[in-house]
């Protein structure tokens, strides 16, 4: 919000008097005066200002603010020269300009804002310049007056070619360094970009400090310096659908807290980009996609801040009025009284475009559509324009509205005067089809957007009634309520829970292609970034008349999600199986959000928190003679069962502290192990290929089954379902068998083939999921119900230790050799969080908030996966852990490791 602020100046003059991209060279202190009268009405009529000189006119800004400053455009104007006639003693000694010309506009006459005046007469002026020659300021304002002359695309070319004969001239003024011993590292030249203004300069990265020097004096400082210490966020972004932007995210204390610049290539703003990374100086925050999508599918941040961040990812920004944030339309109801948010008819359609809420006005556009000639596309309009953003913010930003009207606000019966008005006609017109913008939902704006504050006059409509604030829906008594109102509903669970089919649409798979046409959901080709290549289109006309197409319509937001986007748990779609201290963390964030409050919460909701780094050694068994491979214990807490490639099954007793059984179930490594219901019942996968089902109180081998053609690595038994993996690349699905006098067996009921051995495995019954992890570091998510494969991914770069799943099925945690562990959400696929430890990992145990992760080293990371930390570190072993479980109340905790020792330990809350 802060971009357009710190836009404007305290000085009268500003950039946003010129045309959008128009440039600011010059300016020369001077005196002013009618060029046709006589010298006691010149003296009488003489006025001290600045005459500046821009690419497309000259302006003169009066030192006396109740006159007007005079824009004169160079295209209007007959005559530029040096003054010929008389001289006037008293004002000028022979350094004056004489300009004759058809137009005059008048601008912020006494510094109100005020629709520009245009006065199309012939007028004469003489500017006697005080200190610059005359000679020197003709010779640049005839150059740029033959530009004038030319055709639009002609004119820019010839523009862009004295612009860059300067800045190729000019150097950074080292004076300026803060420090004479900060080390220069990179010059380069640049434009700081705020919305529709383009101010070129020099750009210098120093060892402390990165310097702005415009070409200028427009800006409040001749030189803008930033240190490298203040600057948090570093994004390459997309510029007139061009890579050749870098916006910097600085710290309160910065002179600015945004910075966007825009380089010439590509290949120049990567070079700046890199280096200032890489210094040592610079801190940046962690703000990776798939941690702020875990925090905000699991509540810990809002809706509103999460889309925030969605729109900067993907190249939205308060800088880029083209590219500016966009927010949804969430009510459709503007005309009742009172409104209940919890009946979800007053709630719009997420799951569809603003263009296909209507279903009679959708059909009319589909049959244009199908008569249309390629490139089809449903929407003549976008949904986000600058015009568009300024139709809202005009009462904010009317300085911004006369840049880009060229000196004019809109049509009074055409301005935003009405929210249930403009939502009428943007579900009605065939050409109307825009969302809103983030102000919208803003509790610290208070809603002061749709106030005219300033008193402005916008006109009067065809009612009579002059243009004041905005009418307000019927249910909201002043902008505050309003605003508050909308934020509830953005907050709110209906939306939260189709809040990803709109991200979908606007930034996700359906945003363009085959899925897009299926949600009706496609505009006109150049908005989509990739669509035309500008840097090769030589034709300087096409190239121009493409920039302004694309700077006018609108653009479509990066792509940021090839899949479906997850679906954010909320508490009234919660699973029966989520753990209680989960549904506390959704509450606790559900009102953190809604308060628009950054407190950051505690852990002492979950069910692991911070706390449980208390953990008292409860029992130490080193019975076996090789490394520990699985560990389970029963639902009682009173025993453990452990097995070892020393090919043993082990019992303790937790109560009495030893081991009460010692079973040799083969001579070759046993390699897991789980629990049947009973809790006397060992299932045992073997290297052997076999699968071993053993009752430890009758001390009996109740069945045998040959199982796989190599190794069995992993089982997994639910339901009188048992999953087993192998080294034979397959992942075998096995039902129960037991009845009354007969032997209990395991028939095959599915094979499933791999590309890489699998090691691993996780079954959830109740979603009906099967989930394996491969050396080859590919996750496969099968459907148990036909055995069909739903996806294949690639989240590992080697083997794949562990790949449980969360309480709700919803999301599952993967960990391997490369040190590597993964949130993963389970129905799209999409990598939620991503962390790198500074080992290997063997084995995870986690409750959907929390996990304990064992490593190689033999320590034990506590890991918040909610709000992604590092809680603690905990020796446990003097070899690898190999193996973790917990009791099912989370209370008691077991590890196995390569150090030949089984231990337990008791979590104490502190």
Not at 63 to 79: E, G, N, Q, Y
């Amino acid at each position: 919000m802060m971009a357009y602020k710190e836009t404007l100046s305290k000085e009268r003059f500003s950039l946003l008097l010129l045309e959008p991209g128009e440039i600011y060279f010059e300016d020369y202190s001077c005196f002013g005066y009618p060029g046709k009268t006589t010298e006691t009405e010149a003296v009488q009529k003489t006025q001290k200002g600045r005459l500046k000189v821009c690419s497309k006119s000259i302006l003169f800004d009066p030192k006396d603010i109740m006159h007007p400053i005079l824009k004169l455009p160079l295209r209007d104007c007959v005559t530029i020269e040096k003054w010929q006639g008389s001289l006037l003693s008293k004002l000028d000694k022979g350094n004056v300009i004489y300009v004759e010309c058809d137009q005059v506009i008048e601008v912020l006459e006494g510094t109100f804002i005020a629709p520009y005046k245009f006065k199309r007469e012939r007028n004469t002026f003489l500017f006697a310049l005080l200190y610059g020659t005359a000679n020197a300021c003709l010779a640049q304002i005839s150059q740029l007056k033959r530009a004038s002359m030319l055709a639009s695309a002609e004119q820019a070319s010839m523009i862009g070619a004295i612009v860059n004969c300067r800045q190729n001239s000019t150097k950074f003024d080292t004076s300026w360094l803060e420090d004479l011993h900060e080390t220069i590292l990179l010059e380069t030249m640049g434009n700081k970009i705020t919305p529709l203004v383009t101010n070129p300069g020099r750009i210098l990265l120093t060892t402390g400090r990165l310097y702005f020097q415009p070409y200028n004096n427009a800006e409040p400082w001749p030189v803008l310096k930033i240190k490298l210490s203040s600057i948090k966020r570093v994004i390459k972004r997309r510029f007139l659908l061009k890579q050749v932007g870098l916006e910097l995210y600085c710290s309160k204390n910065s002179p600015v807290q945004h910075l966007f610049l825009s380089f010439k290539t590509q290949s120049e703003r990567d070079i700046l980009y890199l280096k200032l990374v890489n210094e040592p100086a610079v801190k940046l925050e962690d703000r990776d996609q798939e941690n702020m999508t875990l925090l905000w599918q699991n509540g810990a941040i809002s809706n509103y801040d999460y889309l925030l961040y969605l729109n900067s990812l993907a190249d939205r920004s308060f800088n880029d009025l083209t590219q500016y944030p966009v927010f949804p339309w969430v009510l459709s109801d503007y005309t009742s009284e009172s409104i209940d948010l919890n009946d979800r008819s007053v709630f719009r359609d997420l799951t569809k475009p603003v263009g296909a809420l209507n279903v009679d006005r959708l059909k009319r556009l589909k049959e244009r559509y199908n008569e249309m000639a390629e490139p089809k596309f449903l929407y003549g309009s976008h949904y986000s324009t600058p015009g568009f953003v300024l139709y809202y913010l005009v009462r904010n930003m009317p300085q911004f509205m006369l840049c880009l009207q060229n000196g004019r606000f809109d049509h009074p019966d055409r301005m935003f005067n009405s929210i249930p008005d403009t939502w009428r006609n943007i579900t009605t017109n065939t050409s109307d089809f825009k969302e809103l913008v983030p102000q919208f939902y803003d509790l610290e704006e208070k809603g002061q957007f749709l106030l005219n504050g300033k008193s402005l006059d916008f006109g009067t409509r065809m009612n009579g009634v002059k243009v004041g604030d905005v009418e307000l829906p019927a249910w909201a008594k002043d902008p505050v309520e309003c605003v508050k109102i909308l934020r509830d509903a953005l907050e709110s669970d209906y939306v939260s829970n189709s809040l990803n089919h709109w991200i979908d649409l606007i930034f996700g798979y359906k945003q363009r292609g085959e899925e897009a046409s299926k949600a009706d959901n496609v505009f006109y080709y150049l908005t989509y970034e990739g669509a035309v290549d500008l840097d090769s289109i030589k034709d300087i006309n096409e190239r121009y008349s493409l920039e302004v197409q694309i700077m006018e319509f609108g653009q479509i937001p990066r792509q940021l999600f090839i899949k479906p986007h997850p679906q954010r748990r909320i508490l009234s779609a919660l699973d029966d199986n989520m753990p209680e201290s989960l549904e506390k963390l959704l509450n606790s964030n559900k009102e953190r959000s809604t308060s628009n409050t950054s407190t950051r919460s505690e852990h002492s909701f979950l069910r692991w928190n911070k706390n449980i780094s208390k953990l008292t050694l409860n029992l130490e068994c080193k019975f076996h003679r090789e490394v520990i491979t699985d560990i389970c214990i029963t639902k009682d807490k009173k025993f453990i069962f452990s097995v070892s490639k020393d090919g043993l099954l082990k019992m303790y007793s937790l109560e009495e502290k030893k081991q009460l059984r010692s079973i040799k179930v083969y001579n070759m490594a046993l390699s897991s192990c789980s629990l049947m219901a009973d809790d006397r019942t060992v299932i045992v996968g073997s290297w052997d290929n076999y699968i071993y089902l053993y009752n430890v109180e009758y001390g009996k081998l109740l069945a045998t089954t040959m199982a796989h053609d190599d190794s069995v690595t992993d089982l997994s038994f639910m339901n009188g379902i048992l999953v087993t993996a192998s080294l034979d690349s397959t992942a075998k699905v096995w039902l129960y068998e037991s009845s009354e006098g007969m032997k209990p067996s395991f028939d095959l009921k599915a094979e499933l083939d791999h590309e890489a051995s699998v090691c691993c495995l996780s079954l959830n019954d109740k979603n009906h999921l099967l989930v394996t992890g491969t050396d080859s570091g590919e996750v496969y998510i099968w459907d148990m119900d036909t055995y069909y494969l739903l996806g294949r991914h690639l989240f590992h770069k080697d083997v794949i230790h562990a790949v449980p799943f969360s309480p709700d099925g919803q999301k599952i945690v993967t960990c391997g050799s490369d040190g590597v562990l993964n949130v993963i959400d389970v129905n799209t696929a999409t990598l939620l969080y991503s962390t790198e430890c500074a080992e290997g990992i063997r084995c995870i145990l986690w409750d959907g908030c929390t996990a304990f992760v064992g490593t190689l080293s033999g320590k034990i990371l506590l890991w918040d996966l909610m709000n992604p930390e590092l809680l603690e570190t905990i020796t446990a072993h003097t070899g690898p852990v190999t193996c973790i479980a917990a009791s099912t109340d989370g209370k008691i905790l077991v590890t196995g490791g390569g150090d030949y020792r089984v231990l337990a330990w008791r979590i104490e809350d502190g």
